[in-house]
């Protein structure tokens, strides 16, 4: 069965400096990854997607993910953060075979300091 | 473009009370989503509509939860009788097609407090 590791649950950083979300996977097939952010008292948004083709993918605002088939996972950057980047970033995962489901990781809580 | 509609926001009932929660998904969206978001915890899928029909709801407590899409447009979860676990945020959400690479927009959600 599928599933997805965030391994921090909060990552404290200051306003310019680089960041590095990480996100693990678990899937015995291949599989469509996504990062969903959630700013404050707001719904989840699509942030960026690897569906196949180029490893890298980036989003509008500067964040971009690497797909890693041998380490299985999908971290997400961002080389210099702004204030308004403090949200809740989720990673999920969609097997290309099987139920039709999408499996969220626990989220990862990014506060950007002044 | 209008968003997932939700409502209500907020809700506080007792447990064994009922609650329902209604969605209006994207105009032409032919799938729809309820996820529950337990505080800490990512979105736990309950159930998933094409039109109006099931298509997932192996993750959906059957004994107190049920859900409809009579229309294949708006949908209604409701919990019957509520306990103090069922206290979350329940996410609607709604996508194009029922394929997984396409994008799920979702709504702000109903925060349900049980006490």
């Known amino acids: 069965a599928q599933s997805v590791t965030q391994l921090d649950s909060q990552v404290p950083v200051f306003e310019e400096a680089p960041v590095e979300l990480r996100c693990n996977y678990s899937?015995?097939?291949?599989?469509?990854l996504f990062w969903y952010v959630q700013y404050p008292n707001q719904g989840l948004q699509l942030l960026l997607k690897y569906l196949s083709g180029s490893t890298l993918v980036e989003s509008i605002n500067g964040f971009e993910a690497e797909f890693n088939k041998s380490q299985t996972s999908f971290h997400l950057r961002k080389p210099s953060v702004h204030i308004s980047d403090t949200a809740e970033y989720f990673c999920?995962?969609?097997?290309?075979?099987?139920?039709?489901?999408?499996?969220f990781g626990a989220g990862t809580r990014l506060f950007v300091k002044a | 473009e209008a968003g997932v509609a939700q409502s209500p926001r907020y809700k506080i009932i007792e447990k064994r009370q009922s609650v329902a929660f209604w969605c209006n998904p994207i105009s032409g969206h032919a799938t729809l989503y309820w996820y529950q978001q337990i505080l800490g915890q990512g979105p736990k899928l309950l159930i998933q509509?094409?039109?109006?029909?099931?298509?997932?709801d192996s993750q959906l407590p059957k004994d107190r939860f049920s859900a409809e899409r009579l229309k294949g447009v708006d949908s209604t979860l409701k919990i019957q009788p509520a306990k103090l676990e069922d206290s979350a945020v329940y996410l609607c959400?709604?996508?194009?097609?029922?394929?997984?690479?396409?994008?799920?927009?979702f709504g702000q959600g109903t925060r349900l407090t049980v006490v």
């Open positions: 959400a709604s996508s194009l097609f029922r394929q997984r690479n396409t994008e799920a927009f």
């Open positions: 999920a995962v969609s097997e290309h075979t099987g139920g039709f489901k999408t499996i």
């Open positions: 899937s015995s097939v291949s599989v469509y």
């Open positions: 509509f094409q039109n109006n029909g099931v298509v997932d």
